[in-house]
């Protein structure tokens, strides 16, 4: 159920929901050799109520309380072995209960015609029952080997952080930037929450080139280049809470170049887009892999979207 109504400059708007999941698992617990079966009903009412106020015709107002939940997911509930993706053990917990959260937010908008918006997005999540994945040194050999194990688990978290964009247009010059920042709690261990991403910073500047005439063949043609930077997180949990198998990584770079225009006639987009353009070497904290290695060397894709087109005949 949803109700809007508006008084003024103000836009309001609330709603309620109620959701219902049944769920049937049949696994076989570590160290049996009997399958269970295990029955669980999972259900929530959630909320929100939201408002948004115009300031001016350039500038708005948002702001908003809401509830949530999300019952666990069956890995997370009954992994129990080796994730052959990411060379790693995961261990589950089948007493996991449904996450429930309160989010809150509020934006603010700006936009003067065409050249210039910003937009700033500030936010408080708290979330009972928070289930996370956290290494559990030591590893495990195996016949194939040692694999780092992972095990999930349960906590209370809070979620607190910005999120920044602003786009700024000269003619057909466009520069995008954005800017993220998350402080991520255990509030039952009172320490960081491991995982979380560290600060990151983006910057991509673009060219639209004009065709030389209304007939040209080709259209939507653009250049450009992005600037990546990733901070060293340094907002890790203490040993005792959450040991890791490695210390993050250090700060990086990133350049990338994109370009990519369309054939008018057929449709036909093509585009190149070229990532980590000077080969840099890096790990990244939320790839578990970088465990193991460095993250991707320079990347340099071509495609072409082909669009198909279908007639009826009579």
């Keep these: 159920a949803i109700y809007q109504f508006t008084v003024n400059r103000f836009d309001i708007e609330a709603g309620t929901r109620y959701d219902y999941r049944f769920f049937e698992s049949y696994y076989r617990p570590a160290g049996s050799s009997v399958v269970e079966v295990q029955t669980r009903n999972f259900n929530n009412i959630s909320g929100s109520v939201g408002v948004l106020y115009r300031l001016s015709p350039e500038m ?48 603010w908008q700006y936009n003067h015609d065409s050249s210039f918006s910003a937009t700033v997005t500030l936010y408080h999540n708290r979330i009972s029952d928070f289930i996370y994945l956290a290494p559990t040194p030591p590893a495990i050999l195996t016949i194939r080997g040692y694999y780092p194990v992972f095990t999930y688990r349960q906590t209370d978290a809070s979620f607190t952080g910005a ?36 600060n990151r910073l983006e910057n991509s500047i673009d060219w639209s080139f004009r065709p030389a005439h209304s007939n040209s063949r080709y259209y939507q043609t653009y250049a450009g280049a992005n600037w990546l930077w990733v901070s060293e997180q340094t907002r890790i949990p203490d040993a005792d809470v959450a040991a890791d198998y490695a210390p993050p990584p250090a700060a990086y770079h990133l350049f990338g170049l994109e370009a990519g225009t369309t054939h008018r006639s057929s449709g036909i987009e093509l585009g190149l887009n070229i990532t980590n353009l000077f080969n840099a070497s890096y790990r990244d904290y939320l790839n578990r892999l970088r465990y193991f290695s460095d993250a991707a060397g320079i990347n340099v894709q071509l495609r072409a979207r082909i669009p198909f087109h279908f007639h009826k005949h009579s």
């Design 60 to 107: 708005r107002l948002r702001a908003n309380v809401a509830s949530a939940w999300r019952p666990p997911a069956p890995n997370e509930l009954y992994a129990n072995g080796v994730h052959q993706g990411l060379a790693a053990v995961e261990i589950g917990n089948p007493d996991f209960k449904a996450e429930r959260a309160l989010n809150i937010n509020i934006e």
């Design 163 to 198: 999120d920044l964009q602003t786009i700024s247009r000269w003619g057909r010059l466009a520069w995008t930037a954005k800017a993220s920042l998350l402080f991520a709690r255990d509030l039952k261990a009172d320490d960081w929450l491991i995982f979380m991403p560290p």
